[in-house]
């Protein structure tokens, strides 16, 4: 609902005040169906300057030189994935992969919590609420509604999420999906099921999502994530993917690029010379390809004009930046600063970069497929073309080390394996993902790469550096102009991953590790059979389900 105007000289400073709010306030149905108290200063759909305004009343925010709201989201910088849970209800609880990653929570836990998160909301002079889409293709996109406290959480989700025009907006209705973020509150320990005073519940029967003790905005982005990976597959059949994702300007070719954070997504995506369907998070239908969200969420530690310009201009007014470290008289941020956290971030709506596809959406199938892992034990070659049985077996690993700051409590790389590169997101069981991956991939003939942009020459811990950016870069060149296709190959031993013998613009000693390892043949052999063993048994609890060419498509020993 947009905001009329107000003429301030035909008004007293109360009648002002009352304008405001009334201006800035949904219907009263819609408080109605919030459960709050009508008397509060509700922000719906509040425009960008107000959030401003309000944001700036917020403790720990400030503007950046540049434009951009300077926001600090308290203890929490970053994920909380042991915190999660979904509500264990009738009409969803045989689809779900129950374990470790998707938490069971019973339903009187979950009343408790929402109840527990609207009383907080309730005692808030000001509340937020943003009315927004998840998902570009109009087929499949879902309306959801965020209410909250904080000014920099509205924005945040502004941004992320594809915003409506005046005319959707006017007939939004109501949301398809609820989030209540109270996360200014805590959790109630005492609760059947709590862990600690932070929990992320999803409940997919009431299609809600509370937070309580994390200020970290990006659980909520990710909270959508979860209900997509949820939702299309049982709804549409459509599958849903950790990528990034951009297209030709001149073929039109779509590549998807696959990976956890801090492998490389956003930036490999934000290509000058391609048009950016997003930098995150994809569905695959059988239309073609299509972004979840309206926005970015880069990584900002070490984030340089030269090295990222996209990113880097992307910075401006309206761009929400997180727990950066900056000057205070001249407010220019310093991106080499990680005094608050490594895992540093801004928030952006995706139009900001200049080669954005917009509608992110194209009626088109993948030509490249490309999984990314940041190896930081510098085993893993820069690039290696894969079968479609090494597609199944890469997918379903998803072996990437999680960089510093991604998540609460991790301080260096950690080596790590995450089904389908994104299980923290995952409902469904991951051989439902891979299996989609695979079907579509045989049915629209794609090529499949791995691509490391962790270190070389060594492990991150023992001298190795990390691949530099201009070298992944012209081998990405490579692999759309069709060069890399057609290149000479060479069998990686253990791995049996197949490299190219020559790339061009690439020094030739990196594209086989062996050849640069700084620490001797003998201890470079034995990072590798270390790997493999990882790799060997992380994919037991899959292997049952896959067939034999699937297994032998992986390492061996």
């Known amino acids: 609902m947009a905001p009329t105007a107000i003429d301030l000289q035909q008004v007293s400073d109360e009648d002002y005040q009352t304008k405001i709010k009334k201006a800035t306030s949904p219907s009263y149905s819609v408080i109605a169906s919030l459960g709050l108290n009508p008397e509060a200063v509700i922000r719906h759909n509040a425009a960008v300057p107000t959030l401003y305004e309000d944001g700036l009343l917020e403790k720990g925010t400030a503007i950046s030189s540049t ?15 042991k915190d999660k849970r979904i509500v264990d209800e009738e009409t969803s609880t045989e689809h779900i992969w129950w374990g470790p990653v998707n938490k069971k929570v019973d339903e009187l836990t979950w009343k408790i919590s929402k109840a527990r998160a609207i009383d907080y909301l309730r005692t808030r002079e000001k509340i937020y609420v943003i009315d927004a889409f998840a998902g570009w293709d109009p087929r499949y996109r879902i309306k959801v509604r965020v209410v909250c406290a904080r000014a920099y959480h509205a924005l945040f989700m502004k941004n992320m999420l594809i915003r409506p025009t005046e005319e959707e ?25 709590m862990t600690s005073s932070t929990s992320v519940e999803i409940n997919f029967k009431s299609m809600e999502m509370v937070i ?14 979860t209900v997509m990976f949820y939702l299309m597959p049982i709804r549409h059949k459509v599958l849903t993917l950790h990528s990034s994702a951009n297209q030709g300007v001149q073929n039109k070719d779509v590549t998807l690029f696959f990976g956890l954070s801090g492998t490389g997504k956003t930036t490999l995506s934000a290509d000058p010379n391609r048009k ?18 309206g926005g970015c969420y880069a990584k900002c530690l070490d984030l340089s004009g030269e090295k990222e310009p996209e990113i880097f201009n992307a910075i401006k007014f309206g761009s929400v930046l997180e727990n950066v470290g900056y000057d205070p008289v001249t407010k220019i941020v310093d991106y080499y600063d990680k005094s608050i956290t490594e895992n540093t971030r801004c928030a952006y709506p995706i139009d900001y970069i200049p080669s954005a596809l917009i509608p992110c959406t194209v009626d088109s199938h993948p030509k490249n497929i490309v999984l990314l892992t940041c190896d930081a034990r510098g085993v893993l070659p820069p690039i290696s073309k894969l079968t479609n049985a090494q597609v199944m077996y890469h997918f ?12 609460d409590g991790i301080t260096e790389p950690e080596a790590t394996f995450s089904a389908c590169f994104g299980q923290p997101f995952l409902v469904l069981h991951p051989m439902k993902y891979a299996q989609q991956l695979s079907d579509k991939m045989i049915q629209h003939e794609s090529t499949a790469w791995l691509l490391n942009t962790g270190w070389t020459g060594s492990s991150a811990t023992k001298g190795g550096s990390r691949c530099p950016l201009k070298y992944t870069r012209r081998i990405l060149d490579s692999i759309h102009s069709g060069e890399l296709a057609k290149a000479e190959y060479k069998n990686y031993p253990t ?4 490299i190219p013998k020559e790339v061009p613009g690439v020094p030739t000693e990196i594209l086989d590790p062996s050849n640069n390892w700084v620490d001797g043949k003998d201890n470079f052999n034995t990072e590798v059979r270390n790997l493999a063993q990882l790799f060997m048994e992380n994919f037991e609890k899959y292997a049952s389900e896959c067939t034999t060419e699937v297994i032998q498509a992986g390492p061996q020993l």
């Open 67 to 81: 434009g951009a709201l300077m926001a600090y989201s308290g203890k929490k910088t970053g994920r909380s994935p």
């Open 276 to 293: 950016l369907i997003g930098d995150d998070e994809h569905c695959w239908s059988d239309n073609g390809v299509f972004n979840i969200e």
């Open 396 to 407: 379903i690993s998803g072996y990437t080390s999680k960089m510093a700051g991604t998540e």
């Open 495 to 498: 791995f049996g991953l197949q």
């Open 212 to 225: 309580l003790g994390t200020e970290y905005a990006g659980e909520m982005k990710k909270g959508i994530f």
């Open 169 to 193: 907006l006017q007939n939004f209705g109501e949301p398809d999906f609820t989030i209540w973020n109270a996360g200014q509150f805590p959790a109630n320990v005492h609760t059947k099921g």
